[in-house]
């Protein structure tokens, strides 16, 4: 059993002050693999004070200084990539190999994009032309509040803080209760690296204490949130009072458009984008639109490519998927696949309870709905777990109409080797990303959504912009 019961505040490891036990499960085993404490409004309020007494100093550290440490930090995190691996498949329940791969990766990309991104980010600039003694400066936004969820715990973290920092803000961390770990080895990397006291700190807690907490603060300026849309609109209303800005990523139910043309592997190659981590990625294409005349053979190599699916525990190595993160996603999920079954939906691979092999742990049976209709749950709800519904649409004006048929926006995808139709409808698709024919985004591409997917813009260049307020000078001295 781990026990990590201390928070990182003003550069230290700091008991809490009203100690409040909360157990990480090990979603493999239902079993408690780890012990912290959940914070309470006096560990808020000193990593909150903690961080205003730190930006003065902070912000007007050189960029290049700052760019300087978070290279250090690239490197511990590269260096210590393993036991970053170990900590994340351990509270969360990724496989092995996906933490080290992805999970991991993911942190280790976004930390790369910044470092580029910063390295020509012009922190003040002219404003242009005809404009002399007019200049733009790019100022931190001040002390900021970091919510992240469980789900991809270091992609969302270096989303966060690494452009905290590079911008000049100071920071409070609250991670997800669910997976802690991670967000705790990534503060000693910090510290490990010299970030200057007060810069980053770190408090667990829940949404209801901490979270609020955060998001009330009269001392914090602006929130960045990873999670659901619930919680996305709980912080906006807690956040209004005190006219914050509030970055927020939020859930999706990206459509994957596939038409008769699209590539041989564009049906296995969504199935298994869907189930990856799980199911439980934000932007998981999750609803798979097919053109008619491929329907037929595109539903048996979808069924074929969930059978196919292994599911087992987080620890051992291969390409399986590992259990979903605890017993509440378990059991709503669950009832998704009851109700996607009840309303009509053909249950081409899966279906409800655990794989034959598996007595213990949070597994769910990779998930298959064909013949799907529009008004169906299964096509509208999150649901975050290994669920695909297909369906088939017979113009690409349908299709579309469908695809954007969501209060959602975060990346749909187009599979089809027609040029000038991807083209028409990467624009046409009503989200903040498309992606097409199986290429993922590009290195320093923003993340982000429209609609109840939120607005937030993370990664590279946006992403850094986005702890900044721009300012307009006039009368700069030459
Ligand atoms: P969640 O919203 O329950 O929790 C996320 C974080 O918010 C946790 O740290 C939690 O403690 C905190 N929180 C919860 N309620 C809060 C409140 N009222 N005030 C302040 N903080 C609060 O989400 P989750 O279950 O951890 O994560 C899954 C959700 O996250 C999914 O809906 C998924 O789509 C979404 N997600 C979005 C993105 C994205 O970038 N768009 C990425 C990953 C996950």
């Excluded at 012009?122 to 100022?139: K, N, S, V």
């Excluded at 709980?234 to 458009?257: F, M, W, Y």
């Excluded at 109700?339 to 092999?357: H, K, Q, S, Y």
């Amino acid at each position: 059993m781990i026990e990590k019961r201390d928070f990182y505040i003003n550069g230290q490891w700091v008991a809490p002050a009203a100690p409040r036990d909360c157990a990480v499960i090990d979603p493999s085993t239902e079993e408690p693999c780890a012990v912290i404490s959940l914070g309470d409004v006096a560990d808020t309020e000193a990593a909150v004070a903690a961080a205003k007494a730190a930006l003065p100093g902070w912000a007007a550290t050189p960029p290049a200084e700052r760019l300087a440490l978070v290279e250090k930090i690239y490197e511990i995190y590269q260096a210590r990539a393993e036991e970053m691996a170990q900590a994340m498949s351990l509270e969360m329940g990724a496989p092995i190999d996906l933490a080290r791969e992805s999970q991991v990766g993911a942190g280790s990309w976004h930390i790369a994009n910044f470092i580029k991104a910063a390295q020509d980010f012009q922190w003040i600039r002219p404003l242009g032309d005809g404009t002399p003694g007019a200049m733009i400066a790019m100022e931190p936004v001040g002390v900021v509040g970091l919510i992240t969820p469980w789900n991809w715990p270091m992609n969302q973290v270096t989303l966060k803080v690494i452009p905290a920092l590079l911008a000049g803000c100071t920071m409070v961390l609250k991670p997800s209760e669910e997976a802690p770990l991670s967000s705790l080895l990534f503060a000693e990397y910090l510290h490990d690296a010299g970030v200057p006291a007060g810069v980053f700190n770190l408090v667990n807690g829940d949404g209801v204490g901490v979270g609020t907490q955060l998001s009330t603060h009269p001392d914090i300026e602006m929130i960045s949130f990873t999670g659901s849309t619930r919680a996305g609109k709980a912080i906006s209303k807690a956040a209004a009072e005190t006219l914050k800005r509030v970055c927020l990523e939020l859930g999706g139910k990206g459509a994957n458009l596939i038409f008769a043309d699209a590539d041989d592997k564009a049906v296995a190659r969504g199935v298994r984008h869907c189930f990856q981590n799980s199911g439980q990625s934000c932007n998981a294409p999750t609803r798979m639109l097919v053109e008619r005349s491929a329907y037929e053979r595109a539903i048996e190599i979808a069924r074929e490519t969930a059978e196919a699916t292994k599911v087992g525990p987080a620890s051992l190595p291969g390409k399986h998927i590992g259990p979903v993160v605890n017993k509440s996603q378990y059991e709503k999920i669950q009832g998704l696949i009851e109700t996607g079954i009840a309303e009509g939906a053909r249950l081409l691979a899966g279906g409800p309870g655990r794989p034959e092999d598996l007595n213990r742990g949070f597994f769910v049976r990779p998930t298959i709905f064909a013949d799907c209709t529009p008004d169906m749950t299964v096509m509208n709800e999150e649901i975050f777990g290994p669920v695909l519904a297909i369906m088939p649409f017979d113009t690409e004006e349908e299709a579309l109409r469908i695809a954007n048929a969501t209060p959602y926006g975060l990346t749909n995808y187009v599979q089809s080797g027609d040029g000038a139709r991807r083209n028409r409808l990467a624009r046409a698709l009503r989200s903040g990303m498309v992606e097409m024919n199986g290429q993922s985004r590009g290195a320093g591409a923003p993340f982000g959504g429209v609609g109840a997917s939120g607005r937030a813009r993370e990664g590279g260049h946006w992403g850094i912009e986005e702890f900044c307020d721009v300012k307009s000078i006039s009368g700069w001295a030459e």
